[in-house]
């Protein structure tokens, strides 16, 4: 038996419109920390009802993919996305940060298309999140899915921690 999971999600601090103007708040780095098998994964979650994400500065901030990459560069360290696709099944998708900026780069025109998907400029789309990402299956209890995070996580340390597979490292500048 496989001993239990450290998680932590970090709560976002709520500032009221009439405020906002006047105080200031640090930004979390991402949602959330997740450390099992002596991997540590910093995770930014997004839910969406739509059919892909919005790169939209609004929707994806550009200090998340920042403070992303950086963790990245950690050993034993897996960062990226966990998109999930709330109206599509509740399609759930692990996308590791590497691969989301490369997909951004490719989406912007600033290297070229290898995808089989459709590459959309403004989104990363459930159908790319199932070419490049890995899925957390689940399943619906009576309200509430189950996620089986576990073999997630062994996915990912198998993909992307693999010494004789090591992941091509986008530089942050």
Do not use: W
């Not at 839910?47 to 919005?54: C, I, Q, Y």
């Not at 993919?65 to 998109?83: K, M, R």
């Not at 089989?116 to 459930?126: A, M």
């Amino acid at each position: 038996m496989k001993p239990k999971m450290f998680f932590l999600r970090i709560k976002d601090t709520f500032i009221p419109p009439d405020l906002r103007a006047r105080v200031r708040v640090t930004k979390n780095k991402y949602d959330c920390l997740l450390f099992d098998q002596g991997y540590l994964l910093t995770l930014e979650l997004k839910s969406t009802g739509n059919k892909s994400v919005s790169f939209d500065e609004k929707i994806i901030k550009q200090h998340q993919i920042d403070n992303l990459l950086e963790a990245s560069t950690y050993e034993n360290t897996i960062s990226g996305f966990l998109f999930n696709f709330r109206e599509y099944d509740n399609k759930t998708y692990f996308v590791h940060i590497q691969d989301f900026v490369k997909y951004q780069h490719t989406a912007q025109g600033k290297s070229s298309h290898t995808y089989k998907s459709k590459v959309n400029k403004s989104s990363i789309s459930l159908d790319i999140c199932e070419e490049i990402g890995i899925e957390l299956k689940n399943y619906l209890k009576k309200k509430n899915y189950h996620y089986h995070v576990r073999i997630m996580i062994d996915e990912a340390i198998k993909k992307y921690c693999d010494k004789d597979n090591p992941v091509e490292r986008i530089v942050v500048v």
